[in-house]
Structures are given as C-alpha cells and as structure tokens.
C-alpha cells in the first residue's frame, strides 16, 4: 500500500534525473507553473486559542470523510479542506501514493529494474547520469531508501479497492489508513512527518490548517487535543500523554482533515528551479491545488 498520487512528482524528478541533490525542504520559482516545495524547519508562534471566522465545522463537503474548514481567498471563494485534488486528473481522494512517471514500456531506454525493492533500487537513472549523493540520515536519503512494493502491485485506494488506471512505475510500501483522508498535499505531509518522527524530531512536526491554526505534535504528544467549535478552535488537555505511533497517526488524521495544499505552501519557502535538491516539492497552492 502507499500514499497518495500528486506527491511524487517529487519522487519522479529525483529519480528521472538521477537525484537533484540534498533536501532542502524549500519552495518554489514564481515564474513555474507549479511550485517547488518543502516544509520550513522553524516553527510558529501560536496562541492556545484561535478564532477565527473562516472555520466551518459543519457538513463534509469533499466527498470522503474531511470536515468542512474553509479560507477566503482573494476573490472572496472558499476553498474546502477536502477539495484540494478533485479535477483534471489529479490524484483522486483517499488513493495510495504511486510512482510517477512514464512506464517503461514508453520509453526506448528500460530504467526499471523489477528485482528492486527500494525507490533508488528499483527506477534506475538514465544513461548518462548519476544519483547525485544524499547526506546521511537526511530526508532525501530517507525517500531514496523507501521500500516499494514488488513490480506489478497495484495502487489501492483507503477501503482497499485497486485504482483501475495502471499509470504508475512504482508503489511505496506504505498504509494510507482506513478513511478517506489522506489525499494530495497529505501525502507529502505523511511523509515529511514520518521522516521526522522516526528520527525523534517531535518538535519539528507541525502544520497548519487552512484557517491558520498551527497544529503541533509536541503539544499533542503532552496530552492536548484539537478541539474545533462553531468558529473557535483550540486545544483542550484530554488525551493522555504519549508519543507512541498510534498517536501519532491520529494526530495525523487530524491534519489531513484540516490541512491541504493552499495551506501547506503558506508554509513553504520559496527558491528558485535551479536550486531544487532532492526532497524538495513541486506545490500549487489553490482550490483545488495539486
């Protein structure tokens, strides 16, 4: 299983061009089309509390299982949080992340070698190029090694049904869970927050909803939990403190269904396409973004 379709042009890129160096984590030329991302280290001030006039906790307006949070944007339109991936043949909502990419069957060069089973491993680089090193123990080096699933798996959607159009290179080998929540930004978001939690950096984690409100794991993981009502949103001491996985994944939970593309590129910094390293992004954040 994997995560969700629109991430990896990230994963294509690195791989296509035999790897564009170190994760920076950054974000994108104005001039592209889409931009080119990654989380900011830093973190925000926030307070507890945050009000706000944009939030609407009310029906679910995507489809799947995301409440309905929206932000204004500058022509006075809402976006919804569960809207982000919807049309011209963006990732569907809930799939499982493919490898993207031409198949090999498209192009006269074979660069897939079907015994691989990590991302480097199995989507070799182009003659006439090399993967360009990944420092030790960084983010880049993380994707590098992920696991794929054997050659020929199918990309499943959350409720395990297998998406008919077989257009991918690759499938990470990863859970999208049992609800309709991870979808686009999300992915990118799953793994950024899997990289850093496995490394122990609990207080690297954080995202923003759509409305601003800075969700942060080091809080959450000392017993506090998101609470949203009517317009306010805040966290309020409910849980128990633990920063054990199966927190951790419903803390995630809890982003995905708030999060989304125009969000997560608020919080990416801009660099220009030359500059691009392995573990940057391509974002466009709008509504529906990809």
């Not at 080119?36 to 029906?59: C, F, H, P, Q, V």
């Not at 000392?222 to 054990?244: H, L, P, T």
Request: with cysteine.
């Amino acid at each position: 299983m994997i995560l969700a379709a629109a991430m990896l042009l990230l994963v294509y890129l690195f791989l296509r061009y035999g790897g564009i160096g170190q994760p920076g984590w950054k974000f994108p030329a104005e001039e592209l089309s889409g931009l080119i991302g990654g989380l900011a280290s830093g973190r925000s001030e926030e307070n507890d509390t945050y009000d706000a006039n944009d939030i609407n906790s009310g029906a679910n307006t995507s489809g799947g299982d995301r409440p309905g949070i929206y932000e204004e944007d500058e022509d006075g339109g809402k976006e919804t949080a569960g809207n982000e991936a919807k049309a011209g043949g963006k990732a569907a909502a809930g799939q499982e992340d493919a490898v993207h990419g031409a198949s090999a069957g498209n192009t006269e060069e074979n660069l897939i070698n079907e015994n691989g089973d990590t991302v480097k491993d199995r989507i070799l680089a182009p003659e006439g190029f090399e993967r360009v090193e990944a420092e030790e123990g960084s983010f880049g080096e993380y994707l590098r090694n992920f696991p794929v699933k054997p050659h020929g798996s199918g990309v499943l959607y959350y409720d395990g049904r297998t998406k008919p159009l077989n257009v991918h290179a690759a499938v990470l080998d990863m859970d999208v869970g049992n609800r309709d929540l991870q979808q686009c930004a999300d992915s990118i978001i799953r793994l950024r927050a899997e990289y850093l939690y496995g490394k122990g950096f609990y207080d690297k984690i954080h995202f923003k909803f759509t409305n601003g409100f800075n969700a942060d794991f080091s809080k959450w993981i000392k017993g506090y939990r998101i609470k949203i009502s009517g317009n306010s949103v805040s966290w309020v001491r409910q849980g128990e403190a633990s920063s054990d996985y199966a927190s951790f994944r419903k803390y995630l939970d809890m982003v995905f269904a708030y999060a989304g593309t125009l969000s997560l590129s608020k919080e990416m910094e801009s660099i220009p396409a030359e500059e691009m390293k392995l573990g940057d992004v391509f974002i466009y954040g709008s509504a529906p973004g990809s």
